[in-house]
């Protein structure tokens, strides 16, 4: 079986993340280059990562104004961003309403899992909201596979070993048996 993680593998979001923090920064007065934004999308994708490891080993679920917080802290600390006022980091922080991106399907995917489909089990394992699975019915990938694992649905998140065997035990296959597809290496 080949188990898909879904966000920046088989959708991918317009505008891109390093896009919107530079708008971000834009509407408070600062200029960076595409490569500092792609350097800050990295470093708040670590964070991100860094967040969830800890919340798998105990730590307390952070909730929606903490997370975005921590985004925009390591946003802010960026070598890129100097000397920023408290007026302009407040600012800041209400510029989340630009964080707007659309879903699209990416590139290819449908003649992929159209070729795959035929050798292969398909899965997916995501840590998304529950409303993935409308999406993925409306935008028609949800024909493709045959189970679809959501982190808010079964209450953990990847990395956490338990949403890769809730995939395991749906499609009785064991780990040897099946390759995982995803934009992140857990």
């Not at 292969?120 to 045959?146: C, D, K, Q, T």
Request: glycine fraction near 4%.
């Amino acid at each position: 079986a080949i188990l898909f993680d879904v966000g920046d593998t088989l959708i991918r979001y317009i505008p891109a993340s390093a896009e919107l923090y530079q708008a971000r920064l834009h509407e408070i007065g600062i200029t960076i280059t595409d490569e500092d934004a792609r350097r800050m999308e990295q470093t708040v994708e670590l964070c991100t990562a860094e967040q969830i490891y800890r919340e798998i080993h105990g730590a307390p679920r952070m909730d929606d104004a903490d997370f975005q917080k921590m985004m925009d802290t390591a946003i802010l600390s960026d070598s890129a961003v100097c000397c920023v006022t408290e007026e302009q980091k407040k600012r800041f922080s209400d510029t989340w309403s630009l964080m707007r991106q659309e879903k699209v399907v990416a590139e290819g995917v449908f003649p992929l899992l159209e070729q795959l489909k035929k050798t292969y089990r398909l899965g997916i394992i995501s840590n998304y909201r529950a409303s993935l699975a409308e999406y993925l019915e409306e935008v028609g990938l949800r024909p493709y596979f045959e189970t679809i694992i959501i982190s808010e649905i079964v209450g953990y998140e990847k990395p956490d070993v338990r949403i890769f065997n809730a995939a395991l035990q749906e499609m009785d296959l064991q780990p040897e048996e099946c390759l995982y597809v995803g934009d992140h290496p857990f």
